[in-house]
């Protein structure tokens, strides 16, 4: 600690005297020019004047503010968690953080808040609701245990410093670009020292951490969190905003950590962990990285001495929470910032199919109307570009024409893309008011089954408009499904899903 904290501090400090050099610098120029016979240069006094009160004004520490970053969690609520938190601190020698968090992320932290020059500040620990459906309970002890080992490092007290530094740097060589000073240079060369010996800092506390974590849990529940996150970590935002978020935006609020979990196991979303598990394994170190590469890491963890005996076997950290319904609920009114998301029940997945099927239903009804009243099997042909149109549907040739047609308003860019939405919509629609059923699950496709018959409609349609199925094709599959004269748009479809009679 004491060996970082003084490089860090010597490289803080070589920061602000090249600042204030480059400063007193130009103000001598100036001083000697205003006293120096002859003529005097007064783009040089402009240029100074320019170049020094950006500097200062770049330099200047800014108060970095610190909000709740997720939920309170106390001890009275949630004994089972406090009692691991308290059980890893007293391994790693450390007070129990003032502060414990659940955030919507898959990640786990810990900070001083509030503190002056390193001292003073509140401890504050931070743990995602996904990583705990998706690890062990040995595993988000070794997981806590390696956040313990940053404040063990004392790495919290060091972080703010190097934070701030890195922020002045930045803000000093960008402010100096915009105002086309040649002067950002040496702020680039030393930017780059700075970051590279930091980062190099921050390499080494990631080490350090994980050790302890090692001698406090064990072997393997770190290696296996370490490879389990390198898998995961780059899916819960898509989650969200492709399966979750949609749903509560219609009023339904289905489990959020076990939705998560079965959206892992969908056989997309498990093609795409074994991609990002390959790639995080393989990543190589850069010197601009704050933490080294897993597989370095997971190497690391295997040398290390006095290991804990623990597994990495057992029921998933979620566990260690009561009222999980609870706490979702307020999770997602911190993170929407919308307390009405408060009122909207607890549902399940299944329900969510239902609510899809409402969806295309609004759709139709809408939007059906503003079309000529086509069939299934006139999708092919609108999709592929190949429709020869005459009569009411003139004009209507492909995709773009297509979705024009229902709104002029849609971006000539994205209506290829909408047309293909749309009709993917109204498909779905006409299949579900024809006894077919709707199936999917987090991460899943849609499919529309009826006896053996099923059908993906949306990817039926992005076949058809990627030529992958040709018109022929297209037609028998609807031959077989009994959906070939199924009217997909038209008036009549428009009020038979609640559209006013004669509505545009």
């Known amino acids: 600690m004491a060996g970082r904290a003084l490089l860090a501090l010597l490289l803080m400090i070589g920061f602000y005297v090249l600042a204030i050099a480059i400063c007193i610098a130009l103000a001598a120029l100036v001083y000697v020019d205003i006293t120096s016979p002859g003529r005097k240069h007064v783009k040089l006094y402009i240029f100074a004047a320019v170049t020094i009160g950006v500097v200062v004004w770049s330099i200047v520490p800014r108060k970095a503010a610190f909000p709740d970053p997720g939920i309170r969690l106390t001890k009275q609520r949630q004994p089972r968690l406090f009692s691991m938190i308290e059980d890893v601190a007293k391994a790693a020698g450390q007070p129990v953080p003032k502060s414990v968090f659940l955030v919507n992320e898959i990640n786990a932290f810990v900070a001083e808040r509030n503190a002056r020059l390193g ?8 743990l995602g609701l996904p990583l705990m459906r998706v690890l062990t309970v040995p595993q988000i002890k070794s997981v806590i245990a390696h956040e313990f080992g940053h404040f063990h490092g004392g790495d919290t007290k060091l972080g703010p410093f190097l934070y701030r530094t890195r922020a002045s740097i930045g803000r000093t060589i960008t402010n100096l670009q915009n105002a086309d000073s040649f002067l950002h240079k040496p702020f680039e060369w030393y930017g780059k020292l700075f970051l590279k010996t930091t980062f190099g800092i921050s390499r080494a506390q990631e080490y350090a951490a994980d050790a302890l974590s090692v001698r406090i849990v064990g072997v393997e529940p770190v290696q296996t969190s370490l490879r389990r996150i390198g898998e995961i970590g780059p899916l819960f935002d898509s989650y969200l905003d492709h399966e979750y978020v949609p749903m509560l935006r219609r009023g339904v609020r289905p489990p959020l950590a076990d939705g998560f979990a079965s959206y892992l196991e969908s056989a997309d979303v498990r093609e795409m962990q074994v991609s990002f598990g390959e790639s995080a394994m393989q990543a190589k170190g850069d010197p601009y990285d704050s933490h080294p590469p897993i597989s370095q890491r997971i190497r690391a963890a295997g040398d290390v001495e006095g290991a804990g005996s623990e597994s990495a076997d057992g029921p998933h950290g979620v566990t260690l929470l009561d009222d ?12 929407t ?47 592929r570009g190949e429709r020869e149109a005459d009569g009411d549907a003139a004009g209507i040739r492909d995709l773009e024409t297509f979705a024009a047609t229902i709104s002029a308003q849609i971006p000539r860019e994205e209506r290829v893309g909408a047309g293909a939405y749309y009709l993917g919509a109204f498909l779905a629609h006409a299949m579900a008011s024809h006894g077919f059923e709707v199936r999917t699950a987090p991460g899943d496709p849609i499919v529309l089954h009826r006896g053996e018959s099923s059908l993906q409609p949306f990817d039926a349609v992005g076949r058809l408009a990627r030529n992958e199925t040709d018109v022929e094709s297209w037609c028998r599959d609807c031959e077989q499904l009994g959906i070939s004269k199924v009217l997909i748009s038209g008036t009549q479809v428009a009020e038979a899903a609640g559209a006013k009679p004669n509505s545009d």
């Open 119 to 126: 001292f003073g500040g509140e401890r504050v620990l931070g």
């Open 337 to 383: 910032q919308n307390r009405s998301v408060a009122e909207i029940p607890a549902d399940s997945w299944a329900r969510c199919a239902g609510v899809l099927q409402d969806g295309w239903r609004e759709v139709a009804a809408e939007h059906a109307g503003r079309l000529p009243a086509f069939t299934c099997e006139d999708i092919a042909s609108i999709a």
């Open 324 to 335: 999980v319904d609870t706490l979702e609920r307020d999770l997602m009114v911190f993170v």
